[in-house]
């Protein structure tokens, strides 16, 4: 069951780009890409690694104040094997194995570790959100319907949603604990208690994550510029994939379909977005003007081309961080049948300073 639920929602992302196929043309798709050139390809591999290391770099910045001092070089390689999870498995695996590793490898309680994702996220969310509007200054006016409308205040809601669960968390952190803990009570089930306390412990650790990070205009600044360029830096990859094929699109038109074609990626359906990406990106970009054909072979090359870098160099530090993960399984079973010395089955995590 573990193997088929990957497999089907990888069927699932195969299928809708099947149904893509149907209506652009599977001889007409494939005759756009059979024309990609390879040296945009080579300068989008330059951008595509510019957008990861901004990436790394501003989470070191999050990390900072948290008394993380490894660096970028040493969050790199968390980073790869996150990237590849969420690539090859449903349900955006690797944004929660990431905090998860970096907790085990440099002490970080995983609750701070996993406010500096959140922050992250949010971060983005607002990059794009100033892209998209951007974009809407000057949309073509063969774009302005209702459909693109609804997709930009889908865009909007995800920003607001991420924000309010930020400050809601954050604001009455007592009460959400106590809450939490209420419910387990009630239930008097001992893995829903279990679950509870540990909700319970990971709010708590989560909120003082955000506190310690004590983000102030001077300190956001540095990382608010970092995720323009983030954000700079994967559309210019996705516009050198759409000169490689020799597609034209309106630059709003385009700054939109990605817009949206990320929004659908991030829906935890497919691994990576298989298949509501390239929806995403081929409904705009028909509607801004561009050929069915043309737009579905630039959002399918685009994507197997951010398959392939990841693959890449995502593959050898994972394949290394699952060795040390099931070295350390080993050695704990055989010490104390698998569980911390304080009874906790995520050793590491709670280990860490604060």
Request: charged content about 15%; proline content about 5%; cysteine-free.
């Amino acid at each position: 069951m573990g193997v088929l639920k990957p497999l089907g929602t990888f069927a699932l992302g195969l299928g809708l780009i099947y149904l893509l196929l149907g209506y652009a043309g599977p001889g007409e798709t494939w005759a756009v890409i059979r024309m990609v050139a390879p040296f945009w390809l080579a300068v989008a591999a330059v951008t595509f690694t510019i957008s990861i290391l901004a990436r790394t770099f501003r989470w070191d910045l999050l990390l900072r104040p948290m008394e993380y001092r490894g660096g970028v070089r040493g969050l790199l390689g968390i980073y790869m094997v996150s990237l590849f999870l969420s690539y090859v498995l449903p349900a955006r695996i690797g944004d929660f194995a990431r905090p998860y590793m970096a907790g085990r490898r440099f002490d970080l309680p995983l609750g701070k570790a996993l406010a500096s994702v959140a922050l992250e996220r949010v971060f983005d969310l607002l990059a794009v959100a100033l892209a998209v509007l951007l974009a809407l200054a000057y949309l073509p006016r063969a774009m302005e319907t209702a459909w693109v409308l609804r997709g930009v205040v889908v865009l909007a809601l995800m920003v607001v949603l991420a924000i309010s669960v930020l400050l809601v968390s954050y604001r009455y952190e007592a009460r959400l604990a106590a809450v939490v803990a209420r419910m387990a009570s009630i239930l008097q089930m001992g893995y829903v208690t279990a679950i509870g306390r540990r909700s319970s412990s990971l709010l708590r650790a989560f909120n003082r994550g955000l506190r310690e990070m004590a983000l102030t205009r001077r300190s956001m600044a540095p990382i608010a510029f970092i995720s323009l360029l983030v954000w700079g830096a994967e559309l210019a990859t996705s516009y050198l994939v759409l000169l490689s094929l020799g597609v034209t699109a309106s630059l709003p038109a385009f700054i939109l379909a990605i817009s949206i074609g990320v929004a659908f990626a991030t829906l935890p359906l497919t691994p990576g977005g298989l298949g509501s990406y390239e929806l995403g990106v081929t409904a705009v970009l028909t509607m801004g003007g561009v050929p069915g054909a043309s737009a579905l072979a630039f959002s399918i090359t685009d994507h197997i081309f951010k398959y392939a870098y990841i693959l890449a160099f995502g593959t050898v530090p994972t394949f290394h961080s699952w060795k040390q993960v099931m070295a350390g399984l080993e050695g704990r079973g055989s010490r104390d049948g698998g569980m911390a010395p304080d009874g906790n089955p995520f050793p590491g995590e709670g280990s860490g300073r604060g």
